[in-house]
């Protein structure tokens, strides 16, 4: 069993950078591909980048190549998404995600935190 607790999340302006942690507890952390995902106000959740166990692959999606990076700490047993140049288009609920499979995607999640609100205006 994993438990999830994502931080970070807030209201900020357009081009601001943030950073969104996911603290992660339980055993056998880094046998666990992580990742995040996201939900807009009416939209369905999508994915936004995964990294695997020992985090030396990561995949984004297309949407958020070059401003969003994914890295983890096995040590700490944490999760983060680094957020630049932010756009009121990413203006969702962020979920950190855990899986037994790379890359993650939505069918083969095995833990979801409760997510965190990002808000950016322009």
């Known amino acids: 069993q994993v438990q999830l607790v994502e931080s970070g999340g807030g209201s900020v302006q357009s081009g601001v950078s943030l950073r969104l942690s996911c603290a992660a507890s339980?055993?056998?952390?880094?046998?666990?591909?992580m990742g995040w995902f996201r939900q807009a106000p009416g939209k369905e959740r999508e994915f936004v980048a995964t990294?695997?166990?020992?985090?030396?692959?990561?995949t984004y999606a297309d949407s958020v190549k070059g401003r969003l990076f994914i890295s983890r700490d096995n040590a700490k047993n944490m999760v983060y998404l680094q957020m630049n140049s932010l756009k009121p288009e990413d203006t969702a609920v962020y979920y950190c995600?855990?899986?037994?499979?790379?890359?993650?995607?939505?069918?083969?999640?095995?833990?979801w935190g409760k997510g965190t609100l990002v808000t950016v205006s322009s």
């Open positions: 995600a855990a899986s037994y499979q790379y890359p993650l995607r939505i069918g083969n999640i095995a833990y």
């Open positions: 339980g055993r056998s952390f880094s046998s666990y591909v």
């Open positions: 990294i695997s166990n020992g985090g030396a692959r990561t």
